[in-house]
Protein backbone atom coordinates (compact mmCIF):
# COMPACT_ATOMS: atom_id res chain seq x y z
CA UNK A 1 0.00 0.00 0.00
CA UNK A 2 1.14 3.49 -0.95
CA UNK A 3 1.70 5.86 2.02
CA UNK A 4 2.77 9.37 1.31
CA UNK A 5 3.39 11.55 4.82
CA UNK A 6 3.76 15.02 5.02
CA UNK A 7 5.30 17.22 7.73
CA UNK A 8 6.62 20.12 9.01
CA UNK A 9 4.39 22.90 7.85
CA UNK A 10 3.28 25.59 10.21
CA UNK A 11 2.79 29.58 10.60
CA UNK A 12 5.87 31.56 9.82
CA UNK A 13 6.46 34.99 9.78
CA UNK A 14 6.97 36.59 6.01
CA UNK A 15 10.65 36.35 5.08
CA UNK A 16 11.35 33.02 7.37
CA UNK A 17 11.86 29.71 6.24
CA UNK A 18 10.52 25.83 6.78
CA UNK A 19 11.01 22.61 5.49
CA UNK A 20 8.70 20.11 4.49
CA UNK A 21 8.66 16.55 4.87
CA UNK A 22 7.61 13.86 2.95
CA UNK A 23 7.50 10.16 4.10
CA UNK A 24 7.17 7.57 1.41
CA UNK A 25 6.26 3.86 1.89
CA UNK A 26 4.98 1.30 -0.45
CA UNK A 27 6.29 2.59 -4.00
CA UNK A 28 10.26 2.48 -4.91
CA UNK A 29 11.14 6.45 -5.77
CA UNK A 30 14.26 5.05 -7.90
CA UNK A 31 11.48 4.01 -10.48
CA UNK A 32 8.81 7.20 -10.31
CA UNK A 33 8.98 10.83 -9.82
CA UNK A 34 7.72 12.27 -6.65
CA UNK A 35 6.90 16.51 -6.33
CA UNK A 36 5.40 18.77 -4.05
CA UNK A 37 2.26 20.82 -5.25
CA UNK A 38 0.47 23.95 -3.07
CA UNK A 39 -3.17 24.73 -2.98
CA UNK A 40 -3.13 28.29 -1.53
CA UNK A 41 -6.73 29.37 -0.69
CA UNK A 42 -9.67 29.91 -3.07
CA UNK A 43 -7.24 28.82 -5.98
CA UNK A 44 -6.37 25.58 -7.93
CA UNK A 45 -4.12 23.21 -7.09
CA UNK A 46 -0.34 24.04 -8.20
CA UNK A 47 3.05 22.21 -8.70
CA UNK A 48 5.94 23.37 -7.38
CA UNK A 49 8.81 20.95 -7.84
CA UNK A 50 9.30 17.75 -9.37
CA UNK A 51 11.76 14.68 -9.20
CA UNK A 52 12.33 12.35 -11.99
CA UNK A 53 13.90 9.00 -11.34
CA UNK A 54 14.47 8.81 -15.58
CA UNK A 55 16.70 12.22 -15.36
CA UNK A 56 17.60 12.09 -11.70
CA UNK A 57 16.86 16.23 -12.03
CA UNK A 58 14.59 17.84 -9.93
CA UNK A 59 11.97 20.42 -11.88
CA UNK A 60 10.59 24.16 -10.85
CA UNK A 61 7.62 25.67 -11.04
CA UNK A 62 8.27 29.68 -11.44
CA UNK A 63 6.73 30.08 -7.77
CA UNK A 64 9.59 28.04 -6.74
CA UNK A 65 12.39 28.81 -8.43
CA UNK A 66 15.33 30.94 -6.09
CA UNK A 67 13.55 29.94 -3.22
CA UNK A 68 12.56 26.54 -2.59
CA UNK A 69 14.58 23.45 -2.86
CA UNK A 70 13.78 19.95 -2.94
CA UNK A 71 15.78 17.12 -1.45
CA UNK A 72 15.75 13.47 -0.86
CA UNK A 73 17.57 11.45 1.55
CA UNK A 74 20.04 8.20 0.63
CA UNK A 75 17.68 5.81 1.16
CA UNK A 76 15.05 7.33 -1.10
CA UNK A 77 12.48 7.04 0.77
CA UNK A 78 12.15 10.55 1.66
CA UNK A 79 11.71 13.68 0.24
CA UNK A 80 12.18 17.50 1.39
CA UNK A 81 11.31 20.92 0.41
CA UNK A 82 13.06 23.82 1.77
CA UNK A 83 11.13 27.17 1.93
CA UNK A 84 13.15 30.77 2.24
CA UNK A 85 11.76 34.20 2.32
CA UNK A 86 8.23 32.82 2.64
CA UNK A 87 5.67 35.39 1.60
CA UNK A 88 1.62 35.49 2.31
CA UNK A 89 0.80 33.86 -1.23
CA UNK A 90 3.16 31.18 -0.13
CA UNK A 91 -0.12 30.73 2.55
CA UNK A 92 -1.95 27.24 1.39
CA UNK A 93 -2.06 23.18 1.77
CA UNK A 94 1.26 22.00 0.48
CA UNK A 95 0.97 17.93 -0.61
CA UNK A 96 3.46 15.22 -1.71
CA UNK A 97 1.95 13.33 -4.52
CA UNK A 98 3.99 10.54 -6.49
CA UNK A 99 3.69 9.22 -9.76
CA UNK A 100 4.18 5.71 -11.37
CA UNK A 101 5.90 7.45 -14.33
CA UNK A 102 10.02 8.11 -14.31
CA UNK A 103 9.48 10.91 -16.32
CA UNK A 104 6.48 13.19 -15.18
CA UNK A 105 4.74 14.35 -11.90
CA UNK A 106 1.61 14.31 -14.02
CA UNK A 107 -0.66 12.64 -13.57
CA UNK A 108 -0.39 11.82 -9.77
CA UNK A 109 -1.14 8.79 -8.88
CA UNK A 110 -0.53 8.62 -5.39
CA UNK A 111 -1.02 12.07 -2.70
CA UNK A 112 -0.75 12.56 0.94
CA UNK A 113 -2.92 14.18 2.96
CA UNK A 114 -1.16 17.73 2.72
CA UNK A 115 0.40 20.05 5.74
CA UNK A 116 -0.63 23.94 6.25
CA UNK A 117 1.66 26.28 5.75
CA UNK A 118 0.47 29.90 6.90
CA UNK A 119 3.02 32.65 6.38
CA UNK A 120 1.61 35.91 8.48
CA UNK A 121 2.84 38.79 10.71
Known amino acids: QVQLVESGGGLVQPGGSLRLSCAASGFTLERSAIGWFRQAPGKEREGLAC????????YYADSAKGRFTMSRDDAGSSVYLEMNSLNVNDTGVYYC??????????????WGQGTQVTVSS
Open 51 to 58: FTSGTGGV
Open 97 to 110: AAAQSAWSCYPPNY
